[in-house]
């Protein structure tokens, strides 16, 4: 039976370079979620209770228009709370997209052939580490 590495037989160079890669994301999932801790999230979840209680839930489709609204009751301490809530969702979001990054580029490797192919690989290797 053949290791695999995301689904990906680990002998081949497709294989290599998924390995790589899950070390390098890692690598930046592991700083990311370093610096957002439990705390953050709590406080976030936190955030977004306060804000229900007062009327305003803020979904990804209505989020400018609550901000909008939190902004015009002028209560300066809402408004700092809104600031802390959007730079914890921010950083959620960074995570996330770095998530998807790493997700859609195994899927490229996943879908690849020619698993030997190291031209293939290379070009998606390199697009990833662009980034």
């Keep these: 039976m053949h290791k695999e590495v995301e689904g990906i037989d680990a002998s ?4 290599k370079a998924a390995s790589a890669l899950k070390l390098k ?9 370093l610096t957002f801790h439990l705390l953050d999230f709590v406080s976030l979840m936190l955030l977004n209770n306060k ?4 009327g305003i ?5 209505n ?11 002028g209560d300066e301490s809402l ?7 959007i730079n914890l969702s921010d950083s959620i979001k960074a995570i996330e997209a770095k ?6 580029t195994i899927k490229q490797l996943q ?21």
């Design 12 to 15: 081949t160079y497709a294989g």
């Design 25 to 33: 994301a890692r690598g930046v999932f592991g700083d990311e979620l």
């Design 51 to 54: 804000f229900a209680s007062k």
């Design 57 to 61: 839930f803020i979904t990804e489709d």
């Design 63 to 73: 989020k400018e228009e609550c901000y909008i609204k939190i902004i015009e009751q």
């Design 79 to 85: 408004i700092e709370d809104l600031e802390r809530y």
């Design 99 to 104: 998530k998807n990054e790493y997700q859609q």
């Design 111 to 131: 879908q690849l052939a020619d698993y030997g192919d190291r031209d293939a690989v290379n070009k998606i290797v390199e697009e990833y580490l662009r980034r």
